[in-house]
Every structure is written in structure tokens, then in C-alpha cells.
């Protein structure tokens, strides 16, 4: 059953209000923020299909802090107010129209929506009442009396949901733990079946007992075990002895571990782990699970290992599947088109992005896309020079450098502008495109960027003057007229070597030094002077 949304109420990083996830029927990339619920909606997604939060049934694992923070204290106010509020946490998830979940389907949903679908609602036992009610009066109650909570779980036709029988087979994956022991066992049972046939097996149990026995009969444990005998008063006289555990017939199985190439596996790097893992994970649930939520993926990972591990998840087409990562490489090699940004902007996907920006990210991975999605505010730039220069510019204006105002300065290679224009009109972010001219205003800028000239998030600052080309001479005819041409000599210049050249010496010095110049402007104590396009772009 393919999840078209999912509807988290109260729990975790969201409130009371409810928030809607929409979701694609293959592939989710969740991307946003730190605290900005990625985690919880993955959490949110194995409590309803599993009934399990972080590996452990629901109502082994319930605590406070499974509440939104403010239904936390809105909570303690309504008991100090002697008006006791009991909040309570709902997740569904809504299926895609589908006869062969006609029996799941109803409009027993808080969206009363008739559709297949699962909630979840942890909710106070009214069985409690009088008890809760007691411990109110005599103020023993100083926070969510979660022992008096109970777990409800249905499908949308009101039925129970029975774990056993759901349409989920859920695989849980979470890079940033060192969690692999599961996916080994269930991948030395996998090739056991696969390749013993049940002679070979049996016979490997019979050997495993026998080297069992010749340990509890070698010499040093017959020694130790007649010392023990010796000591009689320890337990009432009677005799003490060391014996190994009986076991199952297939307890050799759980001794049992792999290596890679001639390795074992937990000496090796936490990253190549973390992609055992998850590889392991898909290639004993290719055939059964239908539903695989992953954490995180790029963890320590290097982009050619991260480039082969996504290349293998996206490749599970039977599943759907849901990412967390911060990772632009992530986001940008398993399709942007799947993004589903969280955070300032309200649960925005990138579906309707072009298949042209979609198929170049996906060719040049490299681009860090996630940086115009995740920031406040951002300012495009071409090369690296322009960068230093409007950071400067921005913290000889402000006293800080815009990224601790949340607005991030990215230089972008000129041919890739407007791919990251496409990105920032459809999540409306507020953006600044810092251009050169190249010495023709219409052609390279009206021209060119046509289609964003008028977008209301978007503004281009770029010099006036078309004689000016690129921001070197700009620079320069900032500064060349003023009180401060000798000053700024200094400053691109490295024990004074600048002082006694020509205008045309500086530029040509500058143009063929683009970095070291701009990095003497960026580290230099005072000020210089900057073209009025930084200014705006500033501004």
C-alpha cells in the first residue's frame, strides 16, 4: 500500500496543529535543518507500520518526552490552573487508493478522508480517572502521567491493526548508529538457506556440539572443575561445576560473523559499515519489504562510496523509500525532484522542477544545491574572488559575516545560475544574483535571466557600467577616485609591491590573481571601498 501522506499530531518536533506530509510513491528525500522533524517523520512512519520506535515495541518505549515540548507545558499550566488538559499524540498515514486494501479503507482518520490507512493514538485511560484525578488533588501530578496513557491502533474501516498481517514490511535503517549485528545474522541465515542443503546443515550443528563438548572435557576445565568439588561448603555441600549452556541445534548461528576481504567486520571504518549495513539490509529484504526508511545514508561515507550505496537504494524499485540526509551529493544523485524541504518553508517539494535542472544535478552531483534550500537567505556568486568580496563588503556593513545571519554567499559556476534560479522561484527563497556584465547588459543579463527578471524573490545586482566588465576593474573605479586609491594598493599588495604601479598594472595583477587579491581584501584590518551592485546585493 503506497503512503500518499502522513498526518503527525503532537508527537515529538510537531504540535497540536497537525502537520501534512505529502510523499511521492517511490523515492522521499526529507532534507531541512537541524530540528526540523526529518528524524520524527521517519520515527512517526516505523511507530505506525511497525508499532516499534527505535527497534522496541510502543508500549515498552513510551515516555514524556514523546509529547510536543508546548503540550508538555501547556500541560503543567492546565494542572497549576486546576483545569487538567491531557494531550494526546495521533500518526496516520493515509494509502493510495488501492481494491486490494479495500478491507483497511473507511473514514476513521482525523481528516475523515475514506482511503486504506493506519493511525496511531496514544491516549489517557479513562480506567484511570478517578486515580488521576486523586493524585490532582493531593499535587502529585508535575508532569504527563504517562502510566495512565493506553495505545490504540486501527486501520481506517475502525478494524484493529494486527502487526502480523499489516501490508508494511518496514526496514529501519539508521547510519548514524553502529546497529549491523541484525543484518549479518539475517544475512548468514539467508545464504544458509540458500546454499546448504539440510545435511550440510545438520552437520554443521553436530560439528559445533562436538567442539562444544571437547572444550567442557579438556584438561584445564576437568582441573578447575576438580577444585571446585574440593570446596563443598560453598553451596550446603553440595557439588559446584563448570558446564557450557545446552543450546538450540542452530546456536552456531549466532557465533558467526563475516568479513570482507579477510576482515572482520567490526574493524572496519565506521562509514564502510554503515554501507554494509544498509546493503545487507536491502539485499535480505529486496523481495519482502515494501517500505525501507534510512537515516542519514552519507554518514562517513566518501562521495564515490556514497555515489555506489545510492545508486543501490534508489535501485530497490519494489520499495518505497524515505532519506533524512543533509548531503547536497544525496539530494542531488537520487533526484531533486524527490526533495521534500521541512523548515521555513511549509513542507515544499521540488516535483515540479524541470527535467533539465533535475537530470544536470543528477550528472554534476557536486553542486551544493542543499545550501540555497536550507538557508535563510541566499547570495549567488560566480567565482570564488566574488565571494570573499561580498562577505567582506557584508561584515564591514553589518560587523558580522551574513552566514551568522542566516544568509549564505554561494559560489556558483555562471552555466548552473539559473538551474539554482529554478530552485529558489519554486521555494521562493529570497535571492541575490551578484553578476558580471561581460560588457553587455542586455544580452548577458535581459537576456539571459529573462524568465526571473521579474520573480519577486529574486533580484540581480550587477555593475552599470558595461566598460566595467568584471569585478576587478569595478573594484578598482571604486576606489581609483577616492581618498583611498593608496590605500587600496596596499591592501592588494604584499609588503607594499603594489604601491608605485599603474592603474593597468593593478588590473592586470588582479585579473591574473583573482584568489590572492581577494584574499588580502577579505583578511586586511581596514576598509576598502566597494561598486555600488555590492552594495545593493548587500543592501
Known amino acids: 500500500m503506497i503512503i500518499e501522506k502522513l498526518r503527525i499530531i503532537n508527537f515529538k518536533l510537531y504540535d497540536t496543529t497537525g502537520k501534512v506530509f505529502n510523499f511521492h510513491d517511490d523515492l522521499n528525500i526529507i532534507v531541512g535543518n537541524n530540528d526540523t522533524g526529518k528524524s520524527t517523520i521517519l520515527d512517526a512512519l516505523q511507530l505506525v507500520t511497525t508499532g516499534k520506535i ?7 518505549a513510551l515516555t514524556m518526552n514523546l509529547f510536543n515540548m508546548k503540550s508538555q507545558t501547556d500541560f503543567i499550566e492546565s494542572v497549576a490552573e486546576g483545569k487538567p488538559e491531557l494531550p494526546e499524540i495521533t500518526i496516520e498515514i493515509y494509502g493510495k487508493k488501492d481494491d486490494r486494501f479495500a478491507n483497511l479503507s473507511g473514514t476513521n482518520n482525523t481528516l475523515g478522508e475514506d482511503c486504506p490507512g493506519m493511525q496511531f493514538r496514544l491516549e489517557f485511560d479513562e480506567t484511570y480517572a478517578a486515580e488521576f484525578k486523586e493524585r490532582v488533588s493531593r499535587n502529585e501530578i508535575t508532569q504527563i502521567p504517562i502510566e495512565y496513557y493506553k495505545i490504540s491502533k486501527h486501520y481506517f474501516s475502525g478494524d484493529p491493526i494486527e502487526y502480523r498481517k499489516t501490508p508494511y514490511k518496514t526496514a529501519f535503517l539508521d547510519a548514524s548508529k553502529n546497529n549491523y549485528s541484525r543484518y549479518i545474522s539475517q544475512y548468514i541465515d539467508t545464504n544458509i538457506a540458500d546454499y546448504l542443503d539440510p545435511a550440510d546443515k545438520a552437520n554443521l550443528s553436530i560439528e559445533y556440539r562436538s567442539n562444544r563438548d571437547k572444550f567442557t572435557k579438556s584438561e584445564q576445565i576437568r582441573k578447575l572443575n576438580e577444585s ?10 553440595k557439588s559446584v561445576s563448570i558446564d557450557l549452556y545446552d543450546e538450540s541445534v542452530d546456536e552456531w548461528k549466532k557465533h558467526v560473523t563475516i568479513k570482507i576481504d579477510e576482515n572482520p567486520i ?4 565506521y562509514g564502510t559499515q554503515n554501507s554494509i549495513k544498509i546493503e545487507l539490509a536491502l539485499r535480505n529484504n529486496s523481495d519482502l519489504t515494501n517500505l525501507v526508511l534510512i537515516e542519514e545514508p552519507e554518514n562517513n561515507l566518501s562521495y564515490v562510496n556514497m555515489s555506489r550505496l545510492i545508486k543501490k537504494i534508489v535501485s530497490v524499485s519494489t520499495s518505497q523509500i524515505f532519506i533524512t540526509t543533509h548531503s547536497s551529493f544525496v539530494a542531488n544523485k537520487s533526484s531533486l525532484g524527490k526533495l521534500i524541504i521541512l523548515g521555513n518553508i511549509d513542507n515544499t517539494n521540488l516535483s515540479s522542477l524541470s527535467e533539465d535542472t533535475i537530470e544536470y544535478f543528477e550528472k554534476l552531483p557536486g553542486y551544493d544545491t542543499l545550501r540555497i534550500v536550507l538557508c535563510e537567505k541566499a547570495i549567488l556568486v560566480e567565482g570564488p574572488s566574488d565571494e570573499l568580496i561580498v562577505q567582506r563588503a557584508y561584515k564591514d556593513v553589518h560587523g558580522n559575516l551574513p552566514i551568522e545571519d542566516g544568509i549564505d554567499v554561494i559560489t556558483v559556476d555562471s552555466l548552473a545560475f539559473k538551474r539554482y534560479l529554478e530552485i529558489a522561484q519554486k521555494i521562493k527563497k529570497e535571492t541575490v544574483v551578484v553578476t558580471d556584465n561581460d560588457g553587455d547588459i542586455e544580452k548577458n543579463i535581459n537576456e539571459k535571466y529573462t524568465d526571473y527578471l521579474n520573480i519577486a524573490n529574486i533580484t540581480f545586482s550587477y555593475e552599470k557600467n558595461e566598460e566595467l566588465k568584471t569585478l576587478e576593474p569595478s573594484l578598482v573605479e571604486a576606489n ?7 590605500k587600496f594598493k596596499l591592501v592588494i599588495s604584499k609588503n607594499g609591491s603594489m604601491k608605485n604601479k599603474s592603474k593597468e598594472e ?4 588582479m585579473e591574473n590573481n583573482k584568489t590572492e587579491w581577494s584574499f588580502r581584501v577579505f583578511d586586511y584590518e581596514e576598509n576598502i571601498k566597494y561598486p555600488e551592485c555590492i552594495l545593493d546585493a548587500i543592501k
Open 54 to 60: 527505535a527497534g522496541v515495541y510502543a508500549e515498552r
Open 228 to 237: 571446585l568439588q574440593k570446596d563443598k561448603h560453598v553451596l550446603n555441600d
Open 266 to 269: 567490526d574493524t572496519l571504518g
Open 480 to 486: 581609483i577616485n577616492s581618498e583611498d586609491w593608496e
Open 506 to 509: 593593478i588590473l592586470s595583477f
